[in-house]
């Protein structure tokens, strides 16, 4: 493997803001005065905390109905997996899959690959590194993406408010899934990517 | 000159060329972008008051209307929020003001703000503060999310009535397409060492 100068091994600290190089012992950026690091301070213990409350949220958000539909009189709720049966049954099997990828298969995603993006950066996986940083790339790229069902049902309560016709209501599970969706953003933001490369466990 | 700096992602020092306009510079070791050229702060601007003037119908015109056995309903943006102030569900309406509808706003308010000055060469001492801001919010507006659920919501309602698309959406993705045109055009570095581009 070859060697690379690092801001490590040349003793500077690069300010997050504003890209520029400062030497190791300074405290704030010279050129935009915001605080500098090393590395994000708590990152790993911070994305493992977003990650555990982001999971504790997930089941509710399965398993209580995401939006409530009143139809002359007859209330019925509907959870994500209904919802996307719903979609596949009545021939719309693309919005369908659309609805899958989006409200099942990226928080999972996203969940595991932190996961693993994690034990790369604590197990020294140093040879993982780069192919970790491609994974975070793309979870970072499709974060936001998981919140269309959220939308979805929020434009549907705000269209559908026909009295005693038809309304629609926003379920428990629309609470909870905007949650999880907002945590693992959170988890992604908090997590240095550069730990993964760092070839020597610091100290606090 | 050339300027120093290290890899936001795996901390590689690596060097460029300030003010370079017609290169990209690439991490050696993850190859993700260290440098890339902005467009001239002009035409940020243009984009941005484009957007700007294309986001003020799109909030009062309807997005879409629904004919419900002769009941019609049309719903701006801002009627869908506030519907949920009504539910009480207001965690929801405040994410969903926020991601779609602030957050862009905001956006387009601190570019323009932190760009008119450095266009006519100066700088407000408050910029970096700004732009502080302004990477936080890039992560957090969603107006596109919000766009392409409009969509799925139109398919999802076919069967409950009769749906037309208004005058509304189409601005809407005028205002989507300058507002990413500026956001994509816009480079951070340029703030910084803005001397080449003053002109």
């Known amino acids: 493997m070859m060697h690379y100068e690092t801001d490590l091994n040349t003793n500077t600290k690069l300010c997050l803001k504003c890209e520029c190089l400062n030497s190791a012992d300074a405290l704030t950026c010279k050129q935009c005065g915001y605080k500098v690091y090393l590395r994000r301070p708590y990152s790993i213990a911070l994305t493992l905390n977003y990650i555990v409350a982001a999971l504790l949220f997930l089941i509710p958000a399965n398993l209580l109905p995401m939006m409530i539909i009143t139809s002359v009189g007859v209330a019925e709720g509907s959870t994500i997996m209904e919802g996307i049966r719903y979609f596949i049954n009545y021939g719309e099997a693309s919005i369908g899959v659309i609805i899958f990828l989006a409200s099942i298969v990226i928080p999972i995603y996203k969940i595991s690959v932190l996961l693993f993006l994690i034990s790369i950066a604590h197990f020294k996986w140093n040879y993982l590194a780069v192919f970790g940083l491609k994974l975070y790339r793309t979870i970072r790229f499709i974060g936001k993406w998981s919140l269309l069902d959220i939308f979805v049902v929020a434009i549907m309560v705000g269209m559908v408010q026909f009295q005693t016709l038809a309304n629609v209501q926003a379920g428990g599970a629309s609470f909870a899934f905007s949650l999880v969706v907002i945590l693992t953003m959170l988890a992604t933001e908090s997590f240095d990517p550069r730990l993964m490369f760092d070839k020597e466990r610091r100290k606090r | ?199």
Request: proline fraction near 4%; charge should be negative.
């Open chain 2, 1 to 199: 000159m050339i300027y120093k700096s290290a890899c936001k992602e795996c901390g590689v020092i690596v060097e460029y060329e300030k003010n370079d306009l017609n290169h990209n510079y690439y991490c050696p070791r993850c190859r993700s972008v260290v440098y890339a050229p902005g467009e001239r702060f002009l035409y940020i601007i243009i984009m941005a008051l484009a957007a700007l003037v294309s986001y003020i119908p799109t909030l009062f015109l309807p997005v879409l209307t629904l004919d419900m056995a002769g009941r019609l309903q049309a719903s701006t943006l801002l009627d869908i929020v506030f519907t949920f102030y009504h539910d009480g569900n207001f965690i929801i309406g405040v994410l969903l003001f926020f991601t779609g509808i602030l957050a862009p706003l905001l956006m387009l308010g601190m570019l323009l703000f932190m760009l008119i000055p450095l266009h006519f060469g100066k700088s407000l001492s408050g910029t970096h503060h700004v732009y502080h801001t302004y990477s936080i919010l890039r992560h957090w507006a969603m107006a596109e999310v919000y766009m392409i659920s409009i969509l799925v919501a139109v398919i999802k309602l076919e069967n409950i009535g009769i749906l037309d698309i208004d005058a509304g959406f189409f601005i809407f993705i005028f205002f989507l397409i300058c507002f990413y045109i500026a956001v994509l055009w816009f480079n951070p570095d340029d703030i910084w060492h803005n001397d080449a581009l003053r002109n």
